[in-house]
């Protein structure tokens, strides 16, 4: 049994990959995430919800901005079965337009994480974290929200040092 949950949002398909638009059969942070389970015992918990978005990255690009607009909750199709039991929660997210997607927040309303320590990882394409740390302190201002990690999507399968490095530094290798 794991007290360390990795909890992601991750979109396959068409996608913005250094400079140009191709498919992914696996999504960045998708693939970020197992690779983290790989090396710690944790238990893996996929964030979806009813939103369905179409292939086309310029189509996905303008909806996102949209769901931010209108401060979208998109109600969530996975469930944790008890959040209680973890004491650490690695969240791990794609940059959308300087944050992370609207079923993230969703996910954060929804599970209390008071008291709980939170590793920020975020993919992106150029904007880092942009502000999603900010934004988790935010919406969990009773947790440990620690330095995030920011990783290229594109150079997500060559970023094993980096990634266990700052697994490392926060205490869960
Ligand atoms: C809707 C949307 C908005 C995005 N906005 C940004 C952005 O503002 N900054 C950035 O660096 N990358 C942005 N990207 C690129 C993604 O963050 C990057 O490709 C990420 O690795 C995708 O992860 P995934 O394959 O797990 O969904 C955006 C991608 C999408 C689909």
Known sequence: MSDILIAYFSKKGSNYVAGSVVELEKGNTEVLAEKIQALILADLFHIESVKEYPNDYYQVTEIAKGELQNNER?????????????????????????????????????????GKKILPLCTHE????????KDIQKFCPNSDVVSGLAIYGHAVKTSNTKVENWLRENGVI
Do not use: C, R
């Not at 969530?76 to 008890?82: E, G, H, I, P």
């Not at 209680?84 to 209390?112: C, H, Q, R």
């Not at 150029?126 to 740390?133: C, K, N, P, Q």
């Open 74 to 114: 998109p109600e969530l199709t996975s469930q944790v079965a008890d959040i209680s039991k973890y004491t650490t929660v690695i969240l791990a997210y794609p940059n959308w337009w300087g944050t992370f997607p609207v079923a993230v927040m969703s996910f954060l309303e929804k599970y209390d994480l008071s």
């Open 126 to 133: 150029g904007s880092g974290l942009g502000h999603s740390v």
